[in-house]
């Protein structure tokens, strides 16, 4: 954990390497030619220690020749220097007076690093402070296992090395329990997952990060670890040197982030010998994956060895053994070596015990399986019918758990030949994290969380699946909902229908089975499309879903499919207000397929006044249906504080965000000058609705989310909002005005640009005609596709807005004097909303 000082590192650190050194431009050409990190590694250490020693020499050395050493510590004290990371010192000092009265000297030492281009990190302290447990700044503490002298006051290291040894033996457990906090909470960062679309090479769980754990357990001597194989990841870890070096090369800063364009990139590279991205993530994939699971079981050996209650636990599993699978140290092993090799049906009876205690293979026991991968091969290619094996695999609590290991060894795809096509892919959008494989298994997590949630808005989803006959069918659907993306041809929806009824047949999976798992996988985007894309308060919506869903237990189906489809998209995607959208698309759909035959006219109320006729007179029938009594008294106070000024607005909060609700005499672009305002208040509009009422009163509302919290953490921004949306409503500002001072949005990648697209649809709704336009995402373009309908004398109804990290979706139902459009209206509006959304 250390490095001596030579006898030529003297007092006074005049030492130099007299050996000339290759210039950082050298050392990038060459590096980019070979792809050789350690060399990197090797060259950069030596040209900052150069670097250290000249500032030592020049600043340090002559008014602190005692009492001060200069320590390589962390990345630096590995040697192990990335292209632009941190260069990590610590000032080792005699006492803090002398820290304090050399603070000057200390201040240009520093000085000078930072005028060498170095990124310094950097501590001062003293040995006892290098030999004690920092619980609130643990990183301290592991700096220094990987110190090393560089210059100074030898005889002050020479004090500080026997006490910093005993230090780490005395505190190893401690220290290795601190380890696994930091690493887990890491790692529930990236959702616990190496297979992300987009992954941090060094933070992300099987990052650098973990392969320095694992290097930090070996230094600190932790004893109980012999399960685990220091070699499995040599050649893991220089690969990732290799990735990290170019990504600091290619962004010339400390870029840590595999961006779609950096595994193009990558894949070019000389020394990659991969022939695409896809081929070079596959790679990577397992190599991180690797280095996750050396890393998860040295965690689970450390936490479990020294927790006595989790310990006493996992002592109670043991008891769970049978005579096929025996539970020691908390993880199934075989009882016979043999087991696999004579009777290979039992790998599935293996799984189905993994999914119903949800306890891990051992090590010993993945071994087993890759051993007798032939046999297995053979097993699974002449098993025919074994419906009933995985329905017992899948109606079990544990059963993503199974399944994931199932994945780790190879037989997953030996059951479903279907899922190698799927396994480690990526696909090529900014609103998915994770490769389909892992979105797929996420899909059946979210079920399991589900079962046991109680967060109010979800529960009522929970209940949904106590009403379902057969949990087993949902996850087989689950299961296969996207393997038709491997196929990488036309609609994946069908796709996966044809491949899936081949997987279902030759499982013999009887019919009734068959035919749900079928029509959930073809309609699994049909509940998610309603619900950002059609007025779920309109007739037609809801007729259109009952003839897709059928019946009622379809629709329970299909409503927790999509539940866990949408929530496996990433972390943020299944949002209040999507979730507030899913169940209503689910009430609206179940009121269809229930209801009475009776008559859509709704009486408008009589003899309730002269202002409230006035007021409703000419409005919609869909505004009774869409807005409760106590809404509709809402609009008429706020009506007549707009008959005194003019304008009269109301800024709420909702479960799912925002609702801005504004009463306006009529005008031209009116609703864009809104929307554009909401825009440059940084605020994510997600639907909108425009009324009108015989006096020519405009009620608009707008339901938005504040992805920064501003109005949340700054309450009084919510009178500054309302203050620019009178302004601007009253003719007094221009949006435009406020447009301009948004920030512009970070650009996607080039390969993943959004092509514009604007479609339109008289069948959707019989009132009025739909607009269907996908773009690139930027602030103001609901304004501009807005002023673009007011130019072309439309009417907007009704607005849903989506957007998929820069790929906005948005929906207008739009009319031009009470009816839909005629064709040659819509060949001239489409070319004025596609030259709008190519900006």
């Known amino acids: ?52 020693q000249r500032a030592f020499v020049a600043h340090l050395a002559p008014e602190v020749p005692t009492g001060l050493a200069v320590l390589a510590v962390g990345g630096y004290g590995r040697q192990e220097l990335f292209p632009y990371s941190d260069v990590d010192v ?47 700044n643990i990183e301290l503490n592991v700096s220094l296992i990987d110190q090393r002298f560089l210059a100074g006051d030898a005889g002050l290291y020479s004090r500080l090395e026997p006490k910093l040894k005993k230090f780490f033996e005395n505190q190893r457990v401690s220290l290795a329990r601190h380890l696994c906090r930091l690493a887990r909470s890491r790692h529930a960062q990236y959702q616990n997952t190496v297979f992300h679309l987009e992954p941090n090479i060094k933070e992300g769980p099987g990052g650098l990060r973990d392969v320095h754990l694992l290097e930090w357990f070996h230094k600190l001597d932790i004893t109980g670890l012999h399960d685990i194989s220091w070699r499995d990841v040599d050649e893991p870890r220089h690969f990732l040197a290799q990735v990290r070096c170019f990504l600091h090369y290619r962004s010339r800063r400390d870029n840590n982030n595999l961006s779609f364009e950096a595994q193009d990139d990558l894949a ?70 043999q087991t696999l090799e004579t009777d290979p049906s039992s790998v599935l009876r293996l799984f189905q015990f993994v999914a119903r205690h949800g306890i891990a293979l051992s090590l010993d026991c993945e071994r087993r399986i890759m051993e007798a991968y032939p046999k297995l091969r053979e097993f699974f290619a002449n098993a025919g019918p074994i419906w009933p094996s995985v329905r017992e695999l899948l109606l079990q609590p544990h059963a993503a758990m199974a399944l994931r290991s199932m994945q780790d060894c190879g037989v997953l ?50 209940t949904l699946l106590t009403e379902i006959e057969d949990i087993s069918v949902l996850r087989t659907a689950l299961l296969l909902h996207d393997v038709g993306k491997g196929a990488r041809t036309g609609n994946h929806s069908e796709e996966s229908v044809r491949m899936a009824r081949e997987t279902l047949d030759r499982l013999g999976t009887p019919d009734k089975a068959r035919d749900m798992i079928l029509f959930l996988i073809d309609q699994h985007l049909a509940l998610s499309a309603a619900m950002t894309g059609r007025d779920l308060d309109d007739p037609a919506t809801a007729r259109m879903l009952a003839d897709k869903v059928g019946t009622i237990e379809g629709l329970r189906y299909l409503t927790l499919l999509t539940y866990a489809d949408v929530a496996a998209v990433n972390p943020t995607a299944l949002s209040p207000w999507r979730l507030e959208q899913l169940w209503r698309v689910y009430l609206c759909t179940h009121h269809e397929l229930t209801r009475e035959l009776q008559t859509d006219r709704i009486q408008l109320p009589l003899g309730e006044g002269g202002e409230r006729e006035s007021f409703l007179k000419g409005l919609p029938v869909r505004y009774l249906r869409t807005h409760s009594e106590p809404e509709i008294r809402m609009h008429l106070e706020l009506e007549g504080r707009r008959k005194e000024a003019e304008v009269a607005l109301d800024i709420r909060k909702t479960e799912g965000g925002y609702m801005l609700t504004v009463l306006a005499k009529d005008r031209l672009h009116l609703f864009a000058s809104v929307a554009g305002a909401l825009a440059s208040f940084g605020m994510n509009i997600l639907k909108a609705e425009a ?73 959707a709704s019989e009132t009025a005609t739909l607009v269907e ?16 309908l007011s130019n072309s004398g439309c009417n907007i109804e009704l607005v849903l807005v989506d957007t998929e990290a820069h790929k906005a979706m948005d929906v207008f139902y739009i009319s031009t004097a009470g009816k839909k459009l005629a064709s040659d209206h819509m060949q001239r509006l489409k070319a004025s909303l596609e030259a709008v959304c190519a900006g």
């Open 773 to 788: 336009l996908v773009a690139e995402d930027r602030p103001g373009l609901l304004y501009d596709v807005a002023s673009a």
């Open 413 to 462: 795809r030996l059951l479903f030949p279907e899922w190698e096509g799927i396994e480690h892919m990526v696909t090529r959008d900014f609103y998915h994290r994770y490769t389909v494989d892992e979105h797929t298994v996420v899909t059946i997590e979210n079920l399991q969380k589900l079962a046991r949630t109680t967060e109010p808005g979800h529960r009522r989803f929970s």
């Open 90 to 136: 610590c000032l080792l000092v005699d006492n803090d007076k002398l820290a304090e009265e050399k603070r000057g000297n200390i201040s240009s030492f520093l000085q000078a690093l930072w005028d060498a281009n170095l990124r310094v990190s950097q501590s001062v302290r003293t040995v006892p402070e290098c030999c004690e447990l920092h619980d609130t």
């Open 268 to 337: 070019e590279q000389k020394y990659s010998q991969l022939e695409s991205a896809d081929a070079w993530m596959r790679e990577y994939f397992r190599h991180v994956r690797a280095i996750e699971g050396a890393a998860s079981r040295a965690m689970d050996a450390i936490e479990s060895k020294h927790n006595v209650l989790l310990a006493g636990f996992r002592e109670w599993r043991s008891r769970l053994s049978n005579a096929e699978f025996t539970v020691s140290k908390d993880r199934v092993l075989l009882k016979s070596s």
């Open 691 to 763: 009324f009108a009422n015989q006096q020519g009163t405009i009620l608009d509302t707008f339901a938005f989310a504040d992805p920064a919290r501003t109005l949340e953490l700054n309450p009084s921004e919510v009178d500054r909002l309302q203050s620019i949306l009178e302004r601007v409503l009253l003719g007094r500002l221009h949006v435009r005005e406020l447009l301009r001072s948004r920030p512009k949005p970070s650009l996607p990648s080039k390969r993943v640009m959004i092509t514009p697209k604007v479609s339109f649809n008289n069948e």
């Open 1 to 52: 954990m250390s490095q001596k000082p030579s006898e030529s590192e003297t007092t006074t650190g005049e030492r130099l390497h007299s050996d000339p050194a290759p210039t950082w431009e050298l050392i990038r050409d060459q590096f980019l030619a070979n792809g050789d990190a350690g060399e990197v590694f090797r060259q950069r250490s030596r040209l900052v220690e150069q670097e250290v």
